[in-house]
């Protein structure tokens, strides 16, 4: 496990409130619970650099919902510290040890310095659960949890995978051997893409690694989900049309209109530099072709054809749901 955080104080009672905070957390929690404020669930999954971060904040303003930070990140939250970064489960398989985490995770039954790192309030009025690593979960998850609204934000993949890149010394979800050796993410996704995501691996291209896995988290995504089973929002309509994804949002959750979603156009994530949020807000659907060059975008867009994700972006970076493969659809 990696160090979340400082160093725990020297001093007696700086340390005893440190050594106090989980069981006084878990006690605000288990409050907010009785009283019912944390009916209202919302799931945000995505891929890392998809804006997560900054669409989670857009959904909570104010901090009113108790926001729960990627509590899926091996690395970080010891509860899943044995499992690896894109777990897959297959709907229906039993996981006694993770369907217990999952549970406590959407009822708020434990304080992690990680998952809560940024909140700090005593009443709230909902539950918002953000991570970057749960997707291939979700299906599975989502048949035993409460009711949950989920929310899935895609980001082009040519730019999620700059974004990785750029963020130097942060680890992301890069071994395409490690899915490839799931039986049943195979069995059940991605057996006919097997000699083209391995020979995607021996290239050792970390630009094409990170499309790849774009890939395969979307086709999954789309083989698992029907159309009206999560709510679609792109990145890049949320930069550059922020009202109407705002009513949509707004309709999906059930708020009323004009009710907050709070949109601050001068809002940053806190994850993201001023220069990567210019970049995007100056170009939001053509900056990703900055410094791209004609060959890796070609074998880019191979492997995103070859799992079937490689039109949801037009050439002009506009996306576009209604090109996505559902399971419902006539042609998935």
């Known amino acids: 496990m990696k160090h979340f955080g400082d160093r725990e104080p020297t001093a007696f009672f700086p340390r005893m409130k440190r050594r106090a905070k989980p069981y006084v957390r878990t006690a605000v929690y288990a409050a907010n619970r009785l009283l019912g404020r944390f009916d209202e669930r919302i799931w945000l999954i995505g891929e890392g650099r998809s804006g997560t971060t900054w669409i989670a904040g857009l959904l909570n303003p104010g901090k009113r919902m108790l926001e729960r930070f990627e509590p899926f990140h091996p690395d970080y939250n010891v509860r899943v510290q044995y499992y690896p970064k894109l777990l897959y489960r297959r709907p229906g398989t039993v996981d006694p040890p993770l369907e217990a985490m999952m549970r406590q995770t959407f009822r708020a039954g434990y304080w992690d310095k990680w998952v809560d790192q940024h909140q700090h309030g005593w009443a709230f009025e909902g539950l918002l659960v953000k991570d970057v690593f749960a997707s291939l979960l979700a299906k599975w998850a989502l048949e035993f949890l409460p009711p949950t609204k989920t929310i899935l934000l895609i980001r082009n993949p040519f730019a999620v995978a700059r974004s990785k890149i750029e963020k130097v010394g942060w680890d992301w979800a890069e071994d395409i051997g490690a899915l490839l050796g799931d039986e049943a993410l195979m069995a059940d996704h991605l057996a006919p893409f097997e000699a083209m995501l391995r020979a995607v691996a021996a290239r050792n291209d970390t630009f094409l690694t990170h499309i790849a896995m774009w890939g395969i988290v979307h086709h999954v995504l789309q083989r698992q989900f029907a159309r009206n089973e999560l709510h679609v929002v792109f990145y890049e309509d949320a930069v550059a049309d922020r009202e109407r994804v705002s009513a949509q949002l707004r309709h999906y959750l059930g708020r009323a209109p004009g009710a907050a979603t709070a949109w601050d156009e001068t809002s940053i994530s806190r994850v993201s530099s001023p220069e990567q949020v210019e970049r995007a807000r100056s170009d939001p659907y053509g900056s990703w072709r900055q410094g791209l060059d004609e060959a890796r975008f070609r074998?880019?867009?191979?492997?995103?054809?070859?799992?079937?994700?490689?039109?949801?972006?037009?050439?002009?970076?506009?996306p576009d749901a209604r090109r996505m493969r559902f399971r419902d659809d006539p042609a998935a």
């Open 299 to 318: 074998d880019g867009m191979a492997i995103l054809a070859a799992l079937g994700v490689g039109d949801i972006y037009d050439a002009a970076g506009r």
